[in-house]
């Protein structure tokens, strides 16, 4: 549930990136703010990882693949929207 909660979180994070953009600059400062928010959410989701193994008492092997879901989702996400747009402008 927390993983799922996280990830949702990263996603709202992502759609808050993507409107600061669009109402600092149109779409090509949103494709920007979705470029910007990848390096942002993975210090986030490492953040988890380390809350994780030092607080919740996991090991590195059980938090990496949670890591990878929590990260990856919004970062593809966030990708695909910048390189849709890429093209588009």
Do not use: C
Request: net charge positive; charged share 10%; no cysteine.
């Amino acid at each position: 549930m927390h993983m799922l909660m996280v990830t949702a979180g990263g996603l709202v994070l992502l759609a808050l990136f993507l409107g600061a953009g669009r109402l600092r600059g149109g779409a090509s400062t949103a494709t920007t703010m979705a470029k910007v928010f990848i390096p942002v959410w993975l210090v986030a989701a490492l953040v988890n990882m380390y809350v994780g193994v030092t607080r919740a008492g996991y090991t590195i092997a059980q938090e990496l693949p949670i890591l990878v879901v929590i990260f990856g989702v919004p970062a593809a996400i966030a990708w695909l929207i910048a390189r849709s747009r890429a093209v588009r402008d």
